[in-house]
Every structure is written in C-alpha cells, then in structure tokens.
C-alpha cells in the first residue's frame, strides 16, 4: 500500500504565502502525475494544479502567476508554493498520486492524501 501525505497548512493573512508539501511513501517504482485538489465548504472539489514526471504542468486559471507547482521524483514528493493568497483560496488542500506503479502488483492506482487546511484572513 501507499501512504499520501500533505503537510505545510496554515493560517495566513491575505497577501501572504505558504508552501505545501505532499510525499508518497510505500513500494513505489512511479508516479506519473501528482496533483493538488482543493475544496472549500459546500464547494466541489477543484483541481489546483498538476504536475507530471516529465515536469509538465497545469493550473487553474484562478492561480496562475500565483501558485508554482514542483516535484521532486527521487523523493516522491511535490510541492506547492503559494503566494498572493487571497481568502478565496482558503480551503483544505489535497494530493492526488495518479498512475502510481508498485513493486510486485500489477496495474495502476490512484490515491489520496488527508488534505491540509489553508486559511487565508483578509
């Protein structure tokens, strides 16, 4: 089995930064993107930002020029650096491993972190 799991949360002003960590630990031979979810209350889940094992990304047009996502792929953990945080963004953050490949189990698998909680006071 994986574990997913997210740290750097917090409270911080408007106009403030924090950066978020995910690590994916267990018999790990890839993963072929990891992505940050976010989801505020009575709000759906909302893709933040990707990044695959070749470095290629994506972004929500709501973070762009905001938020940098990065990855290191020895460590099997992403970042995401947030800055110019605005209330809106305030939410609990979530890492998704997507295409995970396991030693000695066949397939692919996806999974899920905890989530961390960003609060943004304006």
């Known amino acids: 089995q994986v574990q997913v799991v997210e740290s750097g949360g917090g409270l911080v002003q408007s106009g403030g930064s924090l950066r978020l960590s995910c690590r994916a630990s267990?018999?790990?031979?890839?993963?072929?993107?990891m992505d940050w979810y976010r989801q505020a209350p009575g709000k759906q889940r909302e893709l933040v930002a990707g990044?695959?094992?070749?470095?290629?990304?994506r972004y929500a047009d709501s973070v762009k020029g905001r938020f940098t996502i990065s990855r290191d792929n020895a460590k099997n953990t992403v970042y995401l650096q947030m800055n110019s945080l605005k209330p809106e963004d305030t939410a609990a953050y979530y890492c998704?491993?997507?295409?995970?490949?396991?030693?000695?189990?066949?397939?692919?698998?996806?999974?899920w972190g905890q989530g961390t909680q960003v609060t943004v006071s304006s």
């Open positions: 990044i695959t094992s070749g470095g290629s990304t």
């Open positions: 998704n491993a997507l295409d995970v490949v396991e030693a000695g189990r066949p397939g692919n698998y996806r999974y």
């Open positions: 267990g018999n790990i031979v890839s993963i072929y993107r």
